[in-house]
């Protein structure tokens, strides 16, 4: 019954939350995006990667979606005295993550390994693997020039036009030893493409050589969720780009894109005519995850899903 994840931040956490909560321990390798990462006041930093950490842990902090709980912003305060940058907000027990990986980075550890320690530190019975062990950076040309994706995302507050999105290095990254392992396994009964932002979080897993084609080859059904509720995103600026690239903001849009792998549908009752048409099998349920039962529920309507030739 082992299943694999693919997420990004926020939305796609909250789905491997619920994910995690109904399956046995050790049953669930959830897939982090690291298109995010970035250097940093000389720290390495891994948003989707810590938002999942979180998540998984019931440490996060549910009104940011990001960062921990209960958090405190000394370490913030004392930066901004010096006339250190504060665009980007760093916690004060979060800059123990980022610390303590960067330290262990520079160690020579890779972060793999850095992840699988944290996550058994914060009792997390689910295997977080990163997408890869290399550097791969997303970029966006935007009407203000190419910017890296935390400069478009928080400090520019996703703003500029978007005209092109790519994921540099992925086509000379290979996808972390674990994720090919998962994508190999024989006992695997699905693969879920969790809620997050396609552009910005799951095509660059996908952009990974080898991982496209290990997804249409798989014998596990592929079930996606879609990121779009009535037109729009549940946070964060899908919705804008996909105007942006000229797609409409549909639920049927995103299928598409996802169509050569894609074996089930899962998308919100609100959209039932929007997904009408598609050629894949569409499951339509409650996508809207506000609550941690909300999480559980769709988790199992997701496992349960039945798809092409189930
Ligand atoms: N997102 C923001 O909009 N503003 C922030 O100040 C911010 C700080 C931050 C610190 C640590 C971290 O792991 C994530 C953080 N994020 C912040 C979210 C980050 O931009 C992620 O890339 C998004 O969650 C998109 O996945």
Not at 73 to 99: I, P, Y
Not at 124 to 136: E, H, S
Not at 201 to 220: F, H, K
């Amino acid at each position: 019954m082992s299943v694999l994840a693919l997420s990004g931040g926020i939305g796609g956490a909250k789905l491997a939350a619920g994910l995690c909560r109904v399956l046995p321990p050790g049953e669930l390798t959830v897939v982090a995006n690291t298109g995010d990462d970035f250097e940093h006041l000389g720290l390495s930093i891994s948003p989707d990667i810590d938002t999942l950490l979180y998540t998984l842990a019931g440490i996060d902090n549910a009104d940011h979606g990001w960062g921990r709980r209960e958090e405190t912003w000394t370490f913030m305060g004392a930066l901004e005295t010096l006339g250190g940058e504060t665009w980007f907000k760093l916690g004060d027990g979060d800059l123990a993550t980022h610390v303590e990986r960067t330290r262990r980075l520079a160690a020579g550890e890779p972060l793999s390994r850095i992840t699988d320690d944290f996550r058994r530190r914060l009792g997390i019975p689910a295997q977080l693997v990163p997408m890869t062990d290399d550097r791969v950076r997303t970029r966006l040309r935007t009407e203000a020039g190419w910017l890296d994706f935390q400069d478009y995302f928080v400090r520019r507050r996703s703003s500029p036009v978007v005209r092109e999105i790519v994921y540099a290095g992925a086509a000379e990254a290979r996808a972390s030893r674990e994720f090919l392992a998962a994508l190999a396994d024989h006992t695997l009964s699905r693969i879920v493409i969790c809620p997050s932002n396609p552009f910005l979080s799951i095509d660059p897993i996908l952009s990974l050589p080898g991982v496209r084609e290990a997804l249409r080859c798989t014998q596990a059904p592929v079930v996606a969720v879609s990121p779009i509720i009535g037109g729009q995103a549940v946070k964060g600026p899908t919705a804008k780009i996909m105007t942006e690239l000229g797609l409409p903001v549909s639920p049927a849009a995103v299928a598409r894109r996802y169509a050569d792998f894609l074996d089930i549908y899962v998308a919100d009752e609100a959209d039932a005519d929007e997904v009408a048409d598609l050629a894949v099998p569409v499951r339509l349920t409650r996508t809207l995850m506000l609550t941690p039962e909300d999480r559980q529920t769709l988790a199992t309507a997701v496992l349960a899903a039945p798809g092409r030739g189930l």
